[in-house]
T-cell receptor
Framework: GAGVSQSPRYKVAKRGQDVALRCDPI?????LFWYQQALGQGPEFLTY????????KSGLPSDRFFAERPEGSVSTLKIQRTQQEDSAVYLC????????????FGSGTRLTVV | GQQLNQSPQSMFIQEGEDVSMNCTSS?????WLWYKQDPGEGPVLLIA?????ELTSNGRLTAQFGITRKDSFLNISASIPSDVGIYFC???????????FGKGTKLSVKP
């Protein structure tokens, strides 16, 4: 597609519920990233894929966070047993080749855990 | 997680004024990027800098990659109402590869 598409745009989850956030990168983009942006803060790195391989997951805050990109295009970020501190905007970004270029970000998914 | 020191946190300016903001890091970076984020949207890349000392312009925007590789500056000339938004700096180290963002500078313009 023309840009990075994320869905849903908004998600309200009850504490303890599992959620799945979807990212459709720009067609042909090899690299895909997930970032977490808390209110009033800059984005913070979560994980990075090159094609279907997850090369870096050092930013995932706990083992409740899991990301996959099985066919090297669409990616899903899953959060199990959500907690209130998981409330944030989750941004997906993609770039054509490696990570040494500026990313194109999606509009994000705003997750609110109540 | 690690974040860069970005200043000022917010600023109010008159339309037509020039704006300056900067970003510093305790670590050396190989790449500096400047993004703008509007409410409800993801950050949009404004300028990318890849070499120490580099000065790059994009319309009314000018950014510089500090010679120490630990800082960067963004200038906006002759500000207009659509410049309103939050500006983020982001840096990338050599082997690390991931972007580290500042906390943002919120720009408000008085019409």
């Amino acid at each position: 597609g023309a840009g990075v598409s994320q869905s849903p745009r908004y998600k309200v989850a009850k504490r303890g519920q599992d959620v799945a956030l979807r990212c459709d990168p720009i067609s042909g983009h090899v690299s895909l990233f997930w970032y977490q942006q808390a209110l009033g803060q800059g984005p913070e790195f979560l994980t990075y894929f090159q094609n279907e391989a997850q090369l870096d997951k050092s930013g995932l805050p706990s083992d409740r966070f899991f990301a996959e990109r099985p066919e090297g295009s669409v990616s899903t970020l899953k959060i199990q047993r959500t907690q209130q501190e998981d409330s944030a905007v989750y941004l997906c970004a993609s770039t054509l080749r490696d990570r040494n270029y500026g990313y194109t970000f999606g509009s994000g998914t705003r997750l609110t855990v109540v | 997680g690690q974040q860069l020191n970005q200043s000022p946190q917010s600023m109010f300016i008159q339309e037509g004024e020039d704006v300056s903001m900067n970003c510093t890091s305790s670590s050396i970076f190989n790449t500096w990027l400047w993004y703008k984020q509007d409410p409800g949207e993801g950050p949009v890349l404004l300028i990318a800098l890849y070499k120490a000392g580099e000065l790059t312009s994009n319309g009314r925007l000018t950014a510089q990659f500090g010679i120490t590789r630990k800082d960067s500056f963004l200038n906006i000339s002759a500000s207009i109402p659509s410049d309103v938004g939050i500006y983020f700096c982001a840096g990338r180290g050599g082997s690390q590869g991931n972007l580290i963002f500042g906390k943002g500078t919120k720009l408000s313009v008085k019409p």
